[in-house]
Each structure stands twice: as C-alpha cells, then as structure tokens.
C-alpha cells in the first residue's frame, strides 16, 4: 500500500529556513518522480519543485525558483524540500506527491503546514 506521510511543517521567519520530509512507504522512491505541491488559504494549489525517477531531472515554480531544493534520500525512502529565504506568500500546506513522471499525481499526503510570519 502506497503511503506518503509529510512531516516538519511549523512556523518560520521570513528570511528564515525550514526542511519538510516526506516519507514513503509501500514503494522505492529511487524508481518514481518525486513532487512538492502547496496550497495557500483561497488559492489553487501550485507545484513547488518536482524529481524524476533517476533524478536527473528537477523542476520549480517560478516563485520558489533559487530559494527551494528537492532532495532525495534514497537510502531513507525520504523527499525533503530544503525552503530558503522563506517569505510571507510561501505560507500553505505542503504535499507530497509521487508518479510515473515529474510532477506526477498518482499519490498524495495529507500534507504539513508551513507558515511564515514575523
């Protein structure tokens, strides 16, 4: 049974940094594109950074572009993303989500809360 279990969320400054985990179960990360989504309060959700099944290939939203890494743990069956330079619009809950190509929606986790404020 597939199973993705996000942890780590909280509150942060801006300017500030926090790592959020994603936890897989029920499959090998190291074979399936790996994705970061977020919804805000009153917002559609946006795809924050996505990781191909090898690897090779990443992706980010516009927004998070040079501030947000996707980091894969293989050994772990564990997807960070590593926020930097946190601002106020980068508060939402964070999903995990997992597929046969990046950004890829196969299975989601429930999500963690990130929220940015002074």
């Known amino acids: 049974q597939v199973q993705l279990v996000e942890s780590g969320g909280g509150l942060a400054q801006p300017g500030g940094s926090l790592r959020i985990s994603c936890a897989a179960s029920?499959?090998?990360?190291?074979?399936?594109?790996m994705s970061w989504f977020r919804q805000a309060p009153g917002n559609e959700r946006e795809g924050v950074a996505c990781?191909?099944?090898?690897?090779?290939?990443?992706d980010y939203g516009g927004s998070v572009k040079g501030r947000f890494a996707i980091i894969r743990d293989n050994a772990k069956n564990t997807v960070y993303l590593q926020m930097n330079n946190l601002k106020d619009t980068d508060s939402a809950v964070y999903y995990c989500?997992?597929?046969?190509?990046?950004?890829?929606?196969?299975?989601w986790g429930k999500g963690t809360l990130v929220s940015v404020s002074s």
């Open positions: 989500a997992t597929g046969e190509s990046c950004w890829g929606t196969e299975y």
């Open positions: 990781s191909s099944g090898n690897g090779d290939f990443t």
């Open positions: 029920g499959f090998s990360v190291e074979h399936y594109s």
